[in-house]
């Protein structure tokens, strides 16, 4: 992959993800990319990827991103969740839920884009292959925080996401 572009959330909507995250070793990057886990999981906070596309498309997308502004939007956090990932790996997500201010940015990012924007909305929390690790820091969060909770987008990030990680620019 080349780049992708995630959402930024506003500091003080990340507090509480972060106090409940932080003391758990945890990595939020997927297995099988050919990237450096370890760097991209220190460069890239917790997020929810919007758009991404390989390094061969560099030249169609990037250009796209010249004149384009986000604008703020809401979304709600529904739920904590795990699925198989890659190489054997658990995935430890958020669920998220649009809401009308969010669809009006995906449709401004599509339209800037010429394509349409990632449509599995969630927040990578840890991927490991522990599953045992994951469960427990699943139960963990079931247990201390009460869902529905809701979280500002204020702007969006572009991350050279793949060899090396590295956040390019906030628009």
Known sequence: ?????????????????????????????????????DLANRELDYHMTMFHWGREK?????????????????IVVTGVHEMHGREGSRLLYLSVSPTESYEKLSRLLSGQMGAPTSDFLHITLAVSKNPDKIRMIRHQIRDTVTFPISMKIERLDLYHIWRPTRKERSF
């Open 1 to 37: 992959m080349g780049y992708t572009i995630v959402a930024g959330f506003q500091k003080t909507d990340m507090e509480w993800l972060h106090a409940l995250m932080d003391p758990f070793d945890t990595n939020k990057i997927p297995f099988g990319r050919d990237c450096d886990r």
């Open 58 to 74: 560099d030249g169609i997308y990037l250009p796209k991103l010249d004149n384009f502004s986000s604008v703020p939007c809401e």
